[in-house]
């Protein structure tokens, strides 16, 4: 294994038998023949099925996918708690995971009791773990709990003081499963700032989520499994945006998802995490001076990531922004209103429509956004067929930076929330900073009003 490589994952495989019933498996088992049995009593189950990358030492990683895709056990496999039927895992460096909420700890022992036996797991000795209690202690937050049976905390303290504990044992590996979708939004928040911290201190971090902001914040790759398949490893607003496209498909077909990728690729930037910086760098290459109240539209400035979903009952034609007198612009300047136009072609008719756009950062962070009701700003009495245009007015309260627009159109949306269409990364756009009296304000963006017209 190279020396700059963290983990090795080479042709993984993991294989359960699965049998119907208990006395299935027992007349198996106790069959004289069974190295020659004909008929048998179970089926294979591929957890993973001959799965390969690596991961450098210092990167982030991140692994999306389904309940059921083959997350959890490859993480459990990296960690060694359970055994691969084919490949193999090399890691080179002490590896602190928080896997399932509450492993690895006793129900019946206090909280203070769980950590010293979950450090000498970890390899470390009582002498070593008094040296960081102190920090576990103020990390987990739970006061003189910490000191009651592990057996009566929430599954918010669990998480809690799984986290506190991995995260001060100074891994040079540090594993997350879902952890950090227990808990409320502080300790949420608090964790990522320390998985910062540990990062920028040089560790690897592997993190599984359901979450396509946290992989597309928090990391510079990203790995899709389905069905124990590794789908696609790459760009992680790439690789997330495709997953989102495909979540609800019953079958996926790995060479065409390859093929979207690629081409999305194509256009795309030559490094992870930032799907839009080659259109940037043209952009800021382009000569032309960007100063306050200069708003304009420059094509240099496009997203290159552009993912279509497929159209069900409705498609969005265009996506824009405009100045309040019409002009189409994609450079912005603070605390100026805006128009967001949305064309619309609704093919069949459909029930409880919504339209929503989201607006995130070039990274794919989520700032602001907005759903309403169609009828309810329609001059109509249903949704027809017909062209549409939607315009929503908005404030320009963003802070300087280059911004990205996500629309969808959602039917049978109180009930089942079906994506009729959506467009991610559809409108690329730049905010201008303003200064006053040598203060840089910062913002959030704030959708006012709505309207929607049936056109021709």
Sequence with gaps: MHKNTAIKVQNLTKTYNLYTKPTDRLKESLHPLKKTLRKKYHKKFHALNN????????ET?????????GKSTLLKIITGVVTPSGGRVIVSG?????????????????????????????GMNKAMTDKIIDDILAFAELGEFIHQPMKTYSSGMKARLAFAVSINVEPDILIIDEAL???DAAFSRKCFAKIEEIRS???????????????????SRAVWLNSGEQIIDGIPNLVTGLYMKNLNQSRIDKKIIKHAYEKLKEGSQSSPGNSS????????????????????YNPALKSKSTICYDEKGAVISQVKVTTLDGKKVNVLNQENSYFIVLKCNIKETLNDVRIGIAIKDHKGVYYSGAAFEFLKHANIEKVGIGNYKVVMNFKCLLVEGFFIIDTVILKNATQSK?????INDAYL???LKIEKNNIIESYVPMIKNFEVNEIN
């Design 61 to 69: 990683l991140g692994i999306i996918g389904k309940n059921g895709s």
């Design 201 to 219: 201190k040089g560790a690897t971090v592997l993190f599984v989520s359901h979450s396509e902001a946290s992989i597309v914040s928090l990391c």
């Design 418 to 422: 079906e994506i009729a269409h959506r």
């Design 51 to 58: 799965v390969s990358f690596d991961v450098k030492k210092g």
């Design 181 to 183: 979708s227990v808990g």
């Design 429 to 431: 756009f730049k905010v």
């Design 277 to 296: 910086l080659s259109s940037i760098d043209e952009f800021e290459n382009s000569n032309i001076q960007n100063t306050p109240l200069d708003e304009f």
């Design 94 to 122: 002490k590896i602190s995971a928080i896997l399932e909420l509450g492993a690895g700890f006793n129900p019946e022992m206090t909280g203070m009791e769980n950590i010293y036996l979950n450090t000498s797991i970890n």
